[in-house]
């Protein structure tokens, strides 16, 4: 038996940037927690994280921090027209656009997105 206990014998297959990047990209919302991601992969939370804070390093994802503690995700690199948020794309021009204009898209979108957050979180109080 492994250190660690019975679980710890468990091989679980390694799980890598590609693997998370994908998974977000395959959930039925725009945006994602490393949680949600974790579930989808069978890995930690840490583990999704640690993966998300890469790709955020290497452009290819965006994240804004909602409410107190709560931090979503998104694939920004996506030509994809059947991801989850292809319909936002198109709605604000990105896949006509190049980098820079697509970041300040993901941006003013991050803003309008925590913007409505914080009313449905006003209106619970």
Do not use: C, N
């Not at 994908?22 to 490393?34: G, H, I, N, S, Y």
């Not at 390093?57 to 690199?77: C, M, N």
């Amino acid at each position: 038996m492994s250190p660690g206990g019975e679980d710890a014998g468990a091989f679980r297959q390694r799980v890598t940037d590609s693997d998370v990047l994908e998974a977000l990209r395959e959930q039925p919302d725009p945006v994602a927690t490393a949680s949600e991601l974790a579930e989808a992969l069978d890995v930690s939370s840490e583990t999704a994280r640690r993966h998300l804070s890469e790709l955020l390093e290497q452009g290819l994802v965006d994240r804004k921090t909602v409410g107190a503690r709560a931090v979503v995700w998104w694939a920004l690199d996506t030509d994809d027209s059947t991801a989850p948020a292809a319909p936002l794309r198109r709605l604000v021009g990105l896949l006509d656009e190049d980098a820079a204009a697509a970041r300040e898209h993901s941006r003013d979108w991050r803003e309008a997105f925590d913007d409505e957050i914080e009313e449905q979180l006003e209106s619970e109080r």
